[in-house]
């Protein structure tokens, strides 16, 4: 059956008969990836150019239409030897690059306005206590005016903006102070500098915004490379599903182009692409990433299957269901909306502190007003001291304290394997004290694994290389042992039975038991409930390989570790009660529940909030998804289905458990430095605020101090990094390019096996391979 | 206090000069891809071939 790959959903035609596309390309880790790839593609017919941009890893790509197809551009990388899917470039994507440059270009204007600025103030500061005129002071005040009017006004958008719409919305945020702050010192400056005076704090107005400007753009800079990085990780998980066209012509599609109502093939071993329903077909599915059930289930025409549950024995023909139309699925979305309608944000902590800030230094600015008025002042005296008091409390400090750790904290995390999906996960994951597990992919590994524990090597060798020419999920698991990588010469596979080929003159069978001639009945059959086992035969020798679902390698030290620190652990699974016992029992965890449903989890979950748990949930299956949703943080493996990825606070990558303890330990220690922050921006202004209030506030002192406190919180949030991963429990993923390279085969092996685990494109690459 | 009248246009010029210049590297892409610029100069393979062996025996 003659099969084509159909990638035109991913590209764009231009006009003069272009088409460009983009691709997220794995295992780029050096300068000479970047050469190999750009002139292996451009020695191909019809390419204009190509280009790799190595800090995305993304490439784009152009080429005459008609002359070269995107699947050979495909082929082509993978030939070179990287791994390559293209995506459809999102909208939200291009207003991020957007959002970006312009921070950046106002964080430009801020600071070349500061520097000039400065260049003019200190002058003035200095001639103020020499035999400066006061003609040359005005002349330099109305430069520095002109300089910093416009520069404020363009590069203080950002937080006009928000601080606009929090009015609009009658809430009130940091942007709020900052904006009144920055607006009355102007005023006030332009006034002084009108009447001659000696004093006009344009450099604090436009050293504020600069400073603020760099928090914020170093924390959209690190949340948008995350989500770039996430969005590399789903593409290159390269789902394709076999679809039927009306002719009965099978053409590979990428999952997203599915429609409802299309028919798709999915053949054993493969990943069931979409929700829907069986046309045709007699197979067993595993479920274990949708329900968490580890056991096969038997379906049949008519019955219904999710996507991402692992076909067995039987090709089916699907019928790909509407969205929402899936019972299952139904049910999960119904529930998802109920726990995110249900779920009280917490309030972030800057926003508590905003909420604080701005009522007592407002205050304190009135009530200087009437001390002065009081104590016999003119109304300009008072007013310009009430304003200096507002310039010199501005929160400089306290609006870097919390982005400035979140950003180092976010970075600390993205080096481990674990990608933040919002940036208030930080503060709330830092607060819980219950830990809830999913079993099934969460404590276990997503794939099964051979025990071979007392078998001899070379029988084990010789199954796991026959089990190479089968398409079989568990003959996947066996065939991933193989030493010798080619397949037997002549081995046939009957669908559903299992395969056979001739080895050293002597048939070998590998599949059912009744494939390989054994009676059901014979010993060593049905007393391990949590595996299945492979029938092997060979000459006159049978042999029953069990496959199993293996804890995570580090599962054992990492929950022992979790416990030390005094967190609860409970596991929550879909699973039968035989094969989730012996997991929380070899893991020490006495609190655990069996055979639930999304909806029984959200209760378990609801009743650990009533009693005021604060509970994290890692989980990675469909019907975790509400749970994690209705949890106080989440964690999900990278290994997960969309819809819970969607709904998980952060990810970690890798085979470990050990990012789970690593999360916890760096967003406690960047509570604690927030906080501390916020303390030190407190102490900053129970200085700042009686000397501002005693009218002594120069904008020398406000200059000095505004610069000195961001400094000080700046550098204290880089204590984060102090966290180290733990050393005894191994480095959590970091990925790097052997671990890469030693999981390729296995994704090569099974390439719709969902589990197949994208590299870890790593940071720090150590040099040319 | 004359020499302000140049001086101080000079400096001003010079600040927007490098704004000019930082705000023409953005829009022109130079900061789309920064670990990769650092790679990009590695490979010597703009340097013709005799030219490198010459360099290499010298």
């Known amino acids: 059956m003659a099969e084509t790959i159909d990638l035109s959903k991913f590209i764009e035609r231009g006009e003069a008969g272009t088409a460009h596309m983009t691709l997220a390309v794995d295992g780029v880790g050096c300068a000479g990836c970047i050469r190999k790839i750009e002139n292996g593609l451009a020695k191909l017919p019809g390419v204009i150019d190509a280009r790799l941009n190595f800090t995305q890893r993304r490439l784009s790509i152009d080429w005459r239409d008609g002359e070269i197809g995107a699947s050979d551009i495909v082929a082509k990388l993978e030939a070179i030897g990287y791994h390559a899917h293209p995506f459809a470039p999102e909208r939200a994507d291009a207003d991020d690059s957007r959002q970006e440059k ?18 003019l103030s200190v002058s ?72 001659h005076a000696a004093e006009a704090y344009f450099d604090s107005a436009i050293m504020l915004l600069f400073f603020l400007l760099c928090g914020r753009y170093l924390d959209f800079a690190m949340r948008r490379k995350t989500k770039l990085f996430a969005g590399n990780l789903a593409s290159l998980k390269g789902e394709f599903a076999h679809r039927l066209d009306a002719t009965g012509a099978l053409v590979r599609v990428p999952v997203s182009a599915l429609a409802p109502g299309d028919r798709v093939l999915v053949r054993p071993g493969e990943m069931v692409p979409a929700d829907g329903v069986i046309l045709d077909g007699t197979s067993a599915v595993d479920e274990g990433v949708v329900t968490g059930e580890t056991l096969p289930r038997s379906v049949d025409t008519g019955a219904a299957v999710y996507a991402g549950s692992v076909n067995g024995g039987g090709a089916l023909t699907v019928k790909v269901a509407a969205a929402g ?9 119904r529930l998802l909306g109920k726990a995110i309608a249900a779920k009280s944000r917490s309030v972030r902590l800057a926003d508590r502190a905003a909420r604080l800030y701005a009522p007592v230094v407002h205050t304190a600015a009135a009530l200087t007003a009437i001390g002065w008025l009081i104590a016999g002042a003119s109304l300009h005296t008072a007013i310009v001291t009430a304003i200096a008091v507002l310039i010199i ?16 904290a976010a970075g600390q995390l993205f080096r481990a394997g674990i990608i933040l999906n919002n940036g208030d996960a930080i503060e709330r994951m830092a607060e819980i004290d219950t830990v809830v597990f999913d079993k099934t992919g969460t404590l276990t590994l997503p794939d099964p694994v051979v025990d071979a524990l007392g078998m001899s090597p070379a029988l084990v060798e010789r199954a796991a290389r026959l089990a190479l020419s089968s398409r079989h999920p568990l003959a996947a698991a066996l065939a991933r042992r193989a030493c010798e990588r080619n397949p037997y010469p002549g081995a046939l596979e009957e669908p559903g039975r299992g395969v056979r080929a001739l080895i050293d003159g002597e048939e070998a069978r590998l599949g059912s038991l009744a494939f390989c001639g054994i009676s059901p009945g014979a010993p060593g059959i049905a007393d391990d409930d949590a595996a299945s086992c492979i029938a092997f035969a060979h000459g006159g020798r049978t042999a029953l390989i069990p496959v199993r679902q293996s804890l995570r390698p580090d599962a054992i030290p990492v929950v022992a570790a979790l416990v030390a620190r005094g967190l609860d652990l409970i596991v929550l ?24 449903t999304p909806a029984e989890k959200i209760t378990a979950i609801e009743r650990l909030k009533s009693r005021n748990r604060r509970v994290l949930m890692v989980g990675d299956g469909l019907n975790d998804a509400p749970a994690l949703a209705a949890a106080h943080a989440s964690l999900s493996p990278i290994t997960a289905t969309h819809l819970t990825q969607a709904h998980a606070d952060a990810l970690f990558l890798g085979e470990r458990l050990a990012p789970v303890l690593y999360a916890i330990r760096v967003t406690r220690r960047a509570r604690a430095l927030m906080r501390q922050n916020l303390a030190l921006a ?10 501002a209030m005693a009218g002594m506030a120069t904008p020398l002192i406000a200059a000095a101090a505004m610069s000195g406190s961001s400094i000080l919180v700046t550098l204290n949030a880089l204590r984060v990094r102090v966290v180290t991963p733990d050393k005894t429990l191994g480095a959590p993923v970091r990925a790097g390019r052997d671990e890469v390279e030693e999981l390729r085969p296995a994704v090569a092996q099974a390439p719709l096996v969902p589990a197949a685990i994208p590299a870890f494109a790593g940071h720090d690459h150590e040099g040319p391979p | 206090m004359n020499v302000l009248i140049y001086l101080v246009p000079l400096a001003l010029l010079l600040g927007l000069t490098g704004l000019a210049g930082f705000l023409w590297a953005l829009k022109s892409g130079q900061y789309e891809d920064l670990d990769g610029a650092a790679l990009r100069i590695l490979p010597d393979d703009d340097v013709a071939e005799t030219q490198q062996v010459r360099q290499n025996s010298g």
């Open chain 1, 102 to 119: 312009w921070l950046l270009r106002c964080l430009a204007v801020a600071g070349f306005a500061a520097m000039n600025v400065m260049l």
């Open chain 1, 124 to 195: 003035v500061w200095s001639g103020n206590v020499s035999d400066m005129t006061f003609v040359t002071r005005d002349l330099f005040h109305w430069l520095s005016a002109l300089i910093v009017l416009p520069a404020a006004a363009y590069a203080g958008q950002p937080f006009y903006q928000s601080a606009w719409r929090a009015v609009r919305n009658r809430a009130l945020n940091m942007d709020v102070p900052i904006t009144i702050g920055v607006s009355l010192a102007l005023a006030l400056s332009l006034y002084e500098t009108e009447n």
């Open chain 1, 325 to 333: 139309a899936g019972t299952l699925v139904d049910e999960v979305e």
């Open chain 1, 393 to 408: 409390t501005c929160p400089c400090a306290i609006a870097l304290a919390i982005p400035a750790v979140q950003v180092v």
């Open chain 1, 573 to 596: 699974s879909g699973d039968r009660p035989q094969a989730v016992r012996p997991v929380a029992q070899g893991l020490g965890i006495t609190d655990w529940h069996a055979g639930l």
């Open chain 1, 682 to 691: 407190v102490i900053y202004n129970a200085f700042a605020v009686p000397i």
